[in-house]
């Protein structure tokens, strides 16, 4: 996975591009790019990772 994170030059938007590859489970790499409002001040959220659900895109494989 590479990520990259860069500000507009305006300063009020932040861009995001990835992509991911792994030849072993996806046919071709995956990108994307987003578009962000630029908020520093702003609380990040918790985030509940549920290493269930994630098994059902793993190919069959579990996680632990």
Do not use: K, N, W
Not at 27 to 33: K, L, V
Not at 58 to 64: E, F, L, S
């Amino acid at each position: 996975l590479i990520e990259r994170y860069a500000l507009t030059d305006d300063g009020r938007r932040m861009t995001v591009d990835f992509v991911l590859e792994d030849p072993e489970h996806l046919a071709e790499p995956i990108t994307h790019r987003r578009e962000l409002l630029y908020a520093p001040e702003a609380p990040t959220p918790a985030f509940a990772c549920d290493p269930t659900s994630t098994t059902e895109f793993m190919d069959g494989q579990t996680i632990g």
